[in-house]
């Protein structure tokens, strides 16, 4: 079982940056799959950039060159730090994990029912 905690929301002004971390608690096995999904005001919840413990990673096309997701394993964390953000960019944003299994050689975001443990979540806004 995981347990995902997400931080480093915040305002920030259109142009700005900030980095979210979301902190993994491996109670049993070690995650395979960590993703950020994010959901603005009125809007459905939406994929945002997903991580292996391999290292395939992948963006949605509207935050590519600006968002870059990474892992600390020794610190069981997984960041997205985005930069130039805009204000489309504004949400709460989660971290999400599927049960590990052995099979995550890739990840995806597309389904978010193959997502079983999801952070509490943490705000973005972006405006002026």
């Known amino acids: 079982q995981l347990q995902l905690a997400e931080s480093g929301g915040g305002l920030v002004q259109p142009g700005g940056s900030l980095r979210l971390s979301c902190t993994i608690s491996?109670?049993?096995?070690?995650?395979?799959?960590i993703a950020w999904f994010r959901q603005a005001p009125g809007k459905e919840r939406e994929g945002v950039s997903c991580?292996?413990?391999?290292?395939?990673?992948k963006y949605i096309d509207s935050v590519k060159d600006r968002f870059t997701i990474s892992r600390d394993n020794a610190k069981n964390t997984v960041y997205l730090q985005m930069n130039s953000l805009e204000p489309e960019d504004t949400g709460v944003y989660y971290c999400?994990?599927?049960?590990?299994?052995?099979?995550?050689?890739?990840?995806?975001?597309?389904?978010?029912?193959?997502?079983?443990?999801w952070g509490q979540g943490t705000q973005v806004t972006v405006s002026s």
């Open positions: 991580i292996t413990n391999r290292g395939y990673i």
């Open positions: 491996q109670l049993t096995f070690g995650y395979e799959v």
């Open positions: 999400a994990a599927p049960v590990p299994d052995g099979l995550h050689i890739i990840c995806d975001m597309v389904d978010q029912s193959d997502y079983d443990y």
